[in-house]
T-cell receptor
Framework: DQQVKQNSPSLSVQEGRISILNCDYT??????FLWYKKYPAEGPTFLIS?????DKNEDGRFTVFLNKSAKHLSLHIVPSQPGDSAVYFC???????????FGEGTQLTVNP | EPEVTQTPSHQVTQMGQEVILRCVPI?????FYWYRQILGQKVEFLVS????????KSEIFDDQFSVERPDGSNFTLKIRSTKLEDSAMYFC???????????FGSGTRLTVV
């Protein structure tokens, strides 16, 4: 199932700098997108979402950008903090209530 | 903050045995889900449950799987005859309304030997 793809398995950034996590999708029926963060031995924790009628949504240090024509979304974390070190999953659904299709995840490491 | 509770955190079972994974969703949530993640693979949708019935299920959710909400608080996933390939982390999730985000539990690691 390659409908949602995160091409970078890992990303390392310095504390205080910007982290940019990328996600691509192929299913044009997706219209709701989410980012989750996951620590070891815990379940995914919801971070931020965006519907297809928007191209940007911001919540504190986290901003999600959606480029529908490119079928691409990204998560920006500014400034990055060591506590942000986790696996980040991109997920998509056809409506805000239907099943989530996840990407592979990107391990973010923020170095002090 | 309200949370989704899953028990046990780790279950080891013999191939062919039945296993029941338990979840207590957030009390006023209406939509319930099971997802799983096989080691090294993506998180995959299994089933969604609303109004005491399955609302959607994936190709993975075959006759070996069933879900139940036996009382007002628990939501269970039963695997009737476990296979080695059922070994995975199983996540329960719940949602309050159609436009609300999911809250996931910490997962049950199922190991079939």
């Amino acid at each position: 199932d390659q409908q949602v793809k995160q091409n970078s398995p890992s990303l390392s950034v310095q504390e205080g700098r910007i982290s940019i996590l990328n996600c691509d999708y192929t299913n044009s029926m997706f219209d709701y997108f989410l980012w989750y963060k996951k620590y070891p031995a815990e379940g995914p924790t919801f971070l931020i979402s965006i519907s297809s009628i928007k191209d940007k949504n911001e919540d504190g240090r986290f901003t999600v950008f959606l480029n529908k024509s490119a079928k691409h979304l990204s998560l920006h974390i500014v400034p990055s903090q060591p506590g942000d070190s986790a696996v980040y999953f991109c997920a998509a659904s056809e409506t805000s209530g239907s099943r989530l299709t996840f990407g592979e995840g990107t391990q973010l490491t923020v170095n002090p | 903050e309200p949370e989704v509770t899953q028990t046990p955190s780790h279950q080891v079972t013999q191939m062919g045995q039945e296993v029941i994974l338990r979840c207590v969703p957030i009390s006023n949530h209406l939509y319930f889900y099971w997802y799983r993640q096989i080691l090294g693979q993506k998180v995959e949708f299994l089933v969604s449950f609303y109004n005491n019935e399955i609302s959607e299920k994936s190709e993975i959710f075959d006759d070996q799987f069933s879900v139940e909400r036996p009382d007002g608080s628990n939501f269970t996933l039963k695997i009737r005859s476990t296979k080695l390939e059922d070994s995975a982390m199983y996540f329960c999730a719940s949602r309050g309304g159609i436009s609300n985000g999911y809250t996931f539990g910490s997962g049950t690691r199922l190991t079939v030997v």
